[in-house]
């Protein structure tokens, strides 16, 4: 359908709490939580394929591996 999914939490509208993203195609591209439409804290990023390219802090929207020592980052899966 050329649309990206979500299944989660919503409030006033917007993603906040816990949900998971999907691509078009149905492929999670990315689980965890998110805060105003934006993802922060923990989650894991998928590429589009579906395989984990990173698990750790989120902030802004963006990875954030400097504030979490137990982030998770495979830089080979991130150039799939």
């Known amino acids: 359908n050329g649309q ?3 299944k989660g ?3 006033n509208g ?3 709490g816990n949900g998971t993203e ?3 195609d149905g492929v999670i591209v990315y689980s965890g939580e998110w805060k105003d439409d934006v993802k922060v804290g ?3 990023l998928y590429n589009s394929h579906g395989f984990k ?3 750790g802090n989120f902030e ?3 990875p954030n591996p400097n504030t979490d020592s137990n982030a998770d980052y495979d ?3 991130c150039v799939i």
Do not use: P, Q, S, W
């Open 4 to 6: 990206i999914g979500y």
């Open 9 to 11: 939490i919503f409030k």
């Open 14 to 16: 917007v993603k906040h």
């Open 22 to 24: 999907h691509n078009a």
């Open 42 to 44: 923990e989650g894991t």
């Open 53 to 55: 390219i990173y698990h």
């Open 60 to 62: 802004n929207g963006e």
């Open 75 to 77: 830089e080979m899966l």
